[in-house]
Nanobody
């Protein structure tokens, strides 16, 4: 019912910035919370950020807090992840995900199993 497509990944130098976009199609007027996750080679998928349907509430992993910002434009069915002060350890495939059961942030947003729909991922590589 919902398809998610990420874009905006690429290769950047440490200290640089990227903005990822995740655009939804299908049942796009549902009030989903959205999340960002990442997975590096040999690592488990980890939570990065979550955002309520309204965009008024956000939740970040400690590793990215103060550097990354997530936002959304529901008129465009798009959620964003602005990544600043990038570090080599940020290198990963980044995924967006939609939680069909919630419109407000809870601690459940940090768990991958909370989410019902996932994008294909976009590669972010940060060189040292």
């Amino acid at each position: 019912q919902v398809q998610l497509v990420e874009s905006g990944g690429g290769l950047v130098q440490a200290g640089g910035s990227l903005r990822l976009s995740c655009t939804a199609s299908g049942r796009t007027f549902s009030r989903y919370t959205m999340g960002w996750f990442r997975q590096a080679p040999g690592k488990e998928r980890e939570f990065v950020a979550g955002i309520s349907w309204s965009g008024s509430s956000t939740f970040y992993a400690d590793s990215v807090k103060g550097r990354f910002t997530t936002s959304r434009d529901n008129a465009k069915n798009t959620v964003y992840l602005q990544m600043n002060s990038l570090k080599p350890e940020d290198t990963a495939v980044y995924y967006c995900a939609a939680d069909a059961m919630r419109s407000r942030i809870t601690t459940a947003q940090a768990r991958p199993e909370t989410y019902d729909y996932w994008g294909q991922g976009t590669q972010v590589t940060v060189s040292s």
